[in-house]
């Protein structure tokens, strides 16, 4: 691993809602969710790996994002170097949107402008998890990146967890790590992530949805550990205190813009509720995407696009 935590941004999680509650109801899960569909409400326009387990599959998910007018392009072993390269240039200038890898892309390749993380296969090793991980946590100012977003359709974070959790490298302790995480989520000692029915965000430690602010329902609720509210604290604390961007603010910020799409307000609403709340303006603050003069009469839901919410498909 070895990259330092001054670099590294924090990380937005979603998953497809149907992935909780098929892991609720005890169902066994695969994949699940249209990897096209959670891209265009989370993720559109951003920069993304996706980890795949399957050439085929690989090659037939790239081409319904092209069908959808997505640049994609998928890596696997056979990929010829000259082609590997090519791709991971215009994936860097932009050109390359989705990014496939199979098996080729969760550890070593260092392209720091990749923003988003799709798991579209079983991701059965820790390790591999927190690698691929690293693929999308490295800071970019050259973009602006102020976070990550990872797009889970495996229910991988539900079994190792979020990315920025404290891991026990420690070797000294004995027995594999992935199962050392597994004990200590049982034993109570690690969050347990929530996935919000309404808009998939999966978080741990709050009564309520910090992406769109639906409330959780109580049995969820009270099998959250207070452990979790107390990590979440220790988490945010250094970001608050370094006055970096602020997950939390961010959160807050996408809230505010939903509530505009709903109810067909103008992006200067948003802003006036983000000021009430946090003393200054958004786009003193770090948070994305923020509105310049002559677009503040516009309704959000003509200047974000991608969080009008679809019809679901399933
Ligand atoms: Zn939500």
């Not at 998910?61 to 997505?70: I, K, L, M, Y």
């Not at 892309?105 to 691929?132: A, H």
């Not at 990872?150 to 199962?179: C, K, N, Q, R, Y």
């Not at 809230?255 to 958004?282: E, H, I, Q, T």
């Amino acid at each position: 691993m070895g990259h330092g935590v001054g670099v590294l941004v924090p990380v937005r999680y979603f998953a497809p809602p149907e992935l909780s509650r098929k892991r609720k109801t005890g169902e066994k899960t695969g994949v699940v969710g249209d990897p096209v569909k959670h891209w265009m409400d989370h993720a559109e326009g951003k920069r993304t790996v996706a980890l795949l387990s399957g050439v085929k599959e690989a090659f037939a998910v790239r081409d319904r994002f092209r069908q959808a007018g997505v640049t994609a392009d998928v890596i696997d072993a056979d990929t010829p170097h000259k082609e590997r390269t090519r791709i991971l240039n215009d994936v860097a200038a932009g050109k390359v949107l989705w990014c496939g890898g199979v098996g080729t892309l969760d550890t070593g390749v260092d392209v720091p402008e990749w923003e988003v993380g799709q798991i579209l296969c079983k991701c059965g090793s820790f390790t591999r998890y927190r690698q691929f991980g690293g693929r999308i946590m490295r800071k970019c100012d050259a973009i602006g990146k102020k976070y990550a977003i990872l797009l889970d359709h495996s229910g991988s974070v539900a079994e190792h967890g979020f990315l920025d959790e404290p891991v026990p490298w420690e070797l000294d302790e004995g027995g594999d790590i992935t199962d050392r995480i597994k004990k200590e989520r049982e034993d109570g000692e690690r969050a347990n992530p929530v996935c919000c029915a309404k808009c998939g965000s999966l978080f741990a430690g709050s009564p309520v949805c910090p992406e769109c602010g639906a409330a959780i329902p109580r049995r969820e609720r009270t099998e959250q550990p207070d452990i979790g509210r107390e990590l979440l604290v220790e988490l945010d604390a250094p970001q608050e205190s370094a006055g970096q961007f602020n997950l939390r603010k961010q959160r807050e910020w996408t809230v505010y813009l939903r509530m505009c799409v709903a109810k067909g307000w103008p992006a200067k609403k948003a802003n006036v509720m983000f000021k009430s709340k946090f003393g200054d303006w958004p786009e003193n603050m770090g948070v994305t995407p923020t509105f310049g003069r002559g677009d503040r009469d516009k309704p959000v839901s003509d200047l974000c696009p991608s969080l009008v919410r679809r019809k679901a498909t399933n």
